[in-house]
């Protein structure tokens, strides 16, 4: 029997790791001076939320340029970070520096489920605005219109199983007709934890979980032959 949802995780289950991590990223940090210098308008309320977060009312345009890239490479996850983050990859996309790297077979699995009605949402640690970035200039086109809608750590972390809960509600779905899709069995263990069923990605073919079915492409799941 289908599920009356499905959740996917994005980074190392529709999308390579590689992309975040080789592309976007690098992209960011490469830009993010240079567009906080050429942008005043879109740079203000960045650099406020940055002497918020910082602590330093006082600091500077440089002084928070110096104090973004410092939290970049650490990798921080703050707020005026990802905003920031997000408006230089809607740049990038937008000139086409880049597309949003979907595997195919998580493109085909998307739109045959999407075909068979059940409602598709995505959950990942990046914001609901750079999903929406990644899914719209993906390298199979727009697929923001297969999905019912997007969540982010907003709702809260991908390993606590509240958050999971909260995504039901939302959705208006009981845990056990979803199915949530992701690379990481602690995700998968906070999901299952809360009455949610599970399917671990194991792309590499090295990843197991022996209290979860694992999954190497989205062929195997739900397949059409299934419908």
């Known amino acids: 029997m289908s ?12 999308s390579s790791i590689a992309f975040v991590a080789e592309v976007l990223f690098p992209y960011a ?10 942008n005043p308008e879109a740079a203000a309320p960045v650099l406020a939320q940055v002497r918020v977060e910082a602590g330093a009312p006082d600091l500077d345009r440089e002084g928070c340029i110096a104090r973004l890239l410092a ?17 230089i990859w809607a740049e990038g ?10 595997y195919p077979d998580a493109a085909a699995g998307l739109r045959r489920w999407h075909a068979r009605g059940i409602p598709l949402y995505v959950y990942s640690s990046g914001s609901v605005a750079a999903q929406k970035l990644l899914f719209g200039h993906s390298d199979a086109g727009d697929l923001t219109p297969l999905f019912a809608g997007y969540f982010d750590t907003a709702i809260g972390a991908k390993r606590e199983s509240g958050s999971y ?13 979803i199915l949530f899709l992701s690379d990481v ?3 998968l263990d906070a999901a299952h934890k809360a ?31 299934a419908a």
Do not use: C, N
């Open 3 to 14: 599920p009356r949802a499905i959740v996917t995780d994005i980074e190392g289950t529709t």
């Open 29 to 38: 940090r490469a830009g993010l001076a240079d567009f906080l210098r050429a």
């Open 71 to 87: 939290w970049h490479d650490a990798d921080r996850k703050i707020g005026p970070l990802k905003t920031l983050q997000g408006m």
């Open 93 to 102: 996309y937008a000139t086409g520096a880049f597309t949003g790297h979907v």
């Open 165 to 177: 809960a909260a995504i039901a509600r939302a959705i208006g779905v009981e845990p056990q007709a």
């Open 185 to 187: 069995v602690e995700e």
């Open 195 to 225: 009455g949610l069923s599970v399917i671990l990605l194991a792309r590499d073919g090295t990843a197991t979980a022996d209290r979860y079915p694992v999954a190497s492409s989205f062929d195997a799941i739900l397949p059409e032959e």
